[in-house]
């Protein structure tokens, strides 16, 4: 499917959610957390772009989901991921100066232009790497990455915690990467950028009391299942 819009600077992507009812498995019955099985029909899947904070836009229809990939980099030589403190330079007020382990962002005009849906997908990630931690994919890195797309190796995390979270979808994706792939960082944006091992961030939030963003509190755990073994 094809997309071809006049699109204001704030527009982003939406997606129908009227397949979250039937294929939702409850993790945490007390804050509503669902774990999703893998969106039908990725490659039909229709999208479009909307306005964000506009009267009956984004942020207020409740018939459809923002997509978000949030990537998570793990360095798998030295046991390490990647964390930052959201910096106020972003247009989510409820996340400054809270922890992540996720990259990425809403997705907007410019990476949807004549794609479907997986090739929107990737190429937001593409673009949110490079933006935001200048991470330069190489050729097998992109196969790779489109591959996790289109046979679906990520996670889709779905909450109705509050009206943010409603209209929202996590795309949890997980790549591996060494340390000395992120050289810069997004100004106003990555704060304090850090590699842990699991026992040395816990050890941490232990310590100092840091909060972790939603997202990355559901994430974390699956991450830890995946590597600390």
């Excluded at 100004?187 to 842990?196: A, Q, S």
């Amino acid at each position: 499917m094809k997309v071809a819009l006049t699109v204001l600077k704030d527009d982003v992507l939406q997606i129908p959610n009227e397949f979250i009812d039937d294929c939702t498995i409850l993790l945490n019955e007390k804050s509503d957390e669902y774990l999703l099985t893998q969106l039908p029909y990725l490659e039909d899947l229709d999208f479009e772009l909307k306005p964000r904070f506009d009267v009956g836009g984004c942020e207020e229809d409740l018939t459809r989901l923002q997509p978000l990939p949030y990537i998570t980099v793990y360095d798998k030589t030295n046991k390490k991921f990647f964390t930052y403190l959201r910096g106020k330079g972003g247009d989510e007020g409820r996340l400054h100066d809270k922890l992540s382990i996720g990259l990425g962002g809403h997705i907007e005009e410019e990476v949807t232009e004549g794609g479907s849906f997986p090739l929107v997908i990737h190429n937001n990630i593409i673009t949110e790497l490079k933006e935001e931690a200048n991470i330069i994919l190489n050729t097998s890195e992109l196969t790779e990455l489109y591959r996790a797309i289109f046979y679906k190796d990520y996670k889709l995390i779905y909450s109705t915690f509050d009206k943010v979270a409603q209209v929202h979808l996590c795309m949890w994706f997980c790549i591996e990467l060494e340390e000395d792939r992120l050289t810069q960082f997004e100004e106003d944006n990555i704060l304090e950028p850090r590699w842990f091992t699991f026992d040395e961030f816990e050890k941490m939030i232990q310590e100092t009391g840091t909060e972790l963003e939603y997202w990355s509190q559901i994430t974390y755990q699956m991450l830890k299942e995946k590597y600390n073994k």
